[in-house]
């Protein structure tokens, strides 16, 4: 199971951390991975973080302004987002990967992924 929480509401130029907890006691056999879905729109991809943190990989358009990370000891995986703008806004859903090499490079693939959160809302004003 996963649950992501640190959503809200913030003005143009902020930030905001999200957070993934998962459960149980395989956390470090998944790829995890932050996705979006803004309203009316498809979920994309947006960053993924190998099994043991060496390795990430980022969307364009958050490349600089997101990071994520991961701590295998507590099971969570999160997501720094700095210098937010109003095309930010989105429910925000990590997700599960256990299938994939991360050499494969489909980080990116949402039907890779096994597992999701409920999804966390950010909403960006201006």
């Known amino acids: 199971q996963l649950v992501e929480s640190g959503g809200g509401s913030v003005q143009a130029g902020g930030s905001l951390r999200l957070s993934c907890a998962a459960s149980g006691d395989t956390f470090n056999t998944f790829i995890m991975g932050w996705f979006r879905q803004p309203p009316g729109k498809e979920r994309t991809f947006l960053a993924a973080i190998s099994r043991g943190g060496i390795f990430t990989v980022y969307a364009d358009d958050v490349k600089g302004r997101f990071t994520i990370s991961r701590d295998n000891d507590k099971n969570t995986v999160d997501l720094q987002m700095n210098n937010l703008t109003p095309g930010d806004t989105a429910v925000y859903y990590c997700?599960?990967?256990?299938?994939?090499?991360?050499?494969?490079?489909?980080?990116?693939?949402?039907?890779?992924?096994?597992?999701w959160g409920q999804g966390t809302q950010v909403t960006v004003s201006s």
């Open positions: 997700a599960a990967n256990r299938r994939s090499s991360w050499s494969t490079n489909r980080q990116d693939k949402l039907d890779d992924y096994d597992y």
